[in-house]
């Protein structure tokens, strides 16, 4: 009869393997369930969604530890041993040893380290997608700017899909959420998108209905891209649609972006509009473009005509209008003269001055109202060769009680420039069969037929 302890022995290199096997079953196996149900349940309340990460519980850590040791300090020091001892005939022995302290070392370093998400929650409200971070600050992304969401695997290549500032897409993964939740955060955003208001969830859970959603959600998503399409192709309603969104824009902000186009800082621009409107990027970049950045005078012929106020007095005021004679880039007025048979006198400015185009807009619009101190009869003029560009026209309001102002036509609309402050009002648009001299004449009380 054998001894016990060969018996126990005996019994143990069968129990042991398939204890093993047993462990590593529910170790996935509970991998599999916390990867598919919320640890926690997510808040959904009316006008705001959170969502939490699912956390690895004490019982999964423990069965996660005994995999791995059995994997890095059992089976493969066995197999390098072997392979060892076989190969080039070394110490089985002392080579899957240190094959085994090796694993230890790292199950260790594993096992230490709090199996806990790095992302607190993720919030969706009516603005923004918020995934707020430990110990690190948050990152937004505003709702208006969501396109849809990327869904290759369950688990790992699930992403979002946002409009990037660069004209690419950017991608915004969520890690630790389960992807029942992933899809919701997906869902929550395109309802935003589409409703202006969060969806409910009250029956989420119910069978076969988050098939259906994902075909629903699909669906909106390819109606919305036709949508935004056709109102891109339709000049007239896409004129009136950034329009819209310009006259629901705040004068602090509107000021904010005009002043970063003053300055020639058009992306900057952009992307505050973006922040600021919420829009997508082709809308923000035609919003600053066609909207809210001045027109470059160096592709104009530019005048300012003045009534009763010769040509001596012009000189003058244009002498003590330092910045003209003292400016690197030389001399702005390039002349000085009359309109034939009447009583107005003009400047003209440089069309090949090396100043910037925003710099010279602002020298325009300085000397239009610098010249008010010798005439109060007098109006700015520029027009271009090129068919596509409208013509600027301008005139001094002093009576402004926002400051030193300039009223006019620009960009086919009607516009109040405070110079101080660059701020801009836009008014309606200007009327197809616009006529910019019988407007000049109006202003100035005089016909100025053959002048412009």
């Given amino acids: ?25 529910i170790t996935f196996s509970m991998w599999a369930i916390q990867g598919n149900h919320p640890y926690k349940p997510a808040e959904l309340d009316n006008d705001k969604h959170v969502y939490y990460p699912y956390r690895h519980t004490l019982k999964f850590r423990f069965f996660l530890t005994i995999t791995l040791l059995g994997l890095l300090c059992g089976l493969i020091p066995l197999f390098i041993g072997l392979m060892a001892k076989t190969l080039f005939e070394l110490n089985p022995w002392i080579v899957g040893g240190s094959v085994a302290v090796i694993g230890l070392v790292i199950v260790i370093a594993a096992i230490s380290r709090p199996l806990k998400p790095q992302i607190e929650c993720i919030i969706v409200d009516a603005t923004y997608l918020t995934i707020r971070r430990r110990e690190k600050e948050d990152e937004r992304y505003r709702s208006s700017t969501y396109k849809h969401y990327i869904r290759q695997t369950q688990h790992q290549s699930f992403r979002l899909v946002f409009d990037g500032y660069d004209e690419k897409d950017e991608e915004v993964y969520l890690p630790w959420l389960c992807p029942r939740e992933r899809v919701m955060v997906a869902e929550d955003l395109g309802c935003l998108r589409k409703n202006g208001v969060l969806p409910t969830w009250k029956n989420y859970y119910k069978p076969g209905q988050q098939q259906q959603r994902q075909a629903q959600a699909q669906a909106s998503v390819q109606q919305f891209a036709a949508e935004q399409e056709a109102l891109v192709n339709d000049p007239v309603k896409y004129d009136a649609h950034l329009r819209g969104i310009l006259s629901s824009m705040s004068i602090t902000d509107r000021n904010v972006v005009i002043g970063l186009t003053s300055k020639g800082e058009n992306l900057l621009a952009i992307k505050e509009c973006r922040e600021r409107t919420g829009v997508g990027l082709k809308y923000a970049k035609d919003l600053v473009e066609n909207y809210m950045t001045f027109p470059d005078l160096r592709k104009y012929k530019t005048r300012i005509y003045m009534r009763d106020l010769t040509i001596p007095e012009i000189e003058n005021l244009l002498r003590e209008y330092g910045e003209l004679y003292t400016d690197e880039t030389g001399p702005i007025i390039t002349k000085t003269d009359n309109v034939s048979g009447t009583f107005w006198n003009y400047i003209e400015f440089s069309q090949k001055t090396g100043r910037a185009s925003n710099a010279l807009f602002w020298d325009y619009l300085n000397i239009l109202l610098w010249m008010t101190q010798g005439t109060k009869c007098l109006f700015g003029y520029a027009v271009s060769d090129k068919k596509n560009l409208m ?54 009380d005089e016909d100025v037929s053959g002048i412009v």
Avoid: R
Wanted: one cysteine or more.
């Fill in 391 to 444: 013509p600027v026209i301008s005139f001094p309001k002093a009576d402004d009680p926002l400051g030193e102002t300039c009223v006019g036509v620009m960009y086919k609309s009607y516009f109040n420039f405070v110079v101080p402050d660059h701020t801009v009002t836009w008014g309606n648009n200007v009327a197809t069969d616009f006529d910019p001299e019988e407007y000049i004449s109006s202003v100035v």
């Fill in 1 to 25: 009869m054998n001894p016990t302890w060969y018996v126990l022995a005996q019994s143990a290199l069968y129990l042991l393997p398939m204890a093993y096997i047993a462990i590593v079953i």
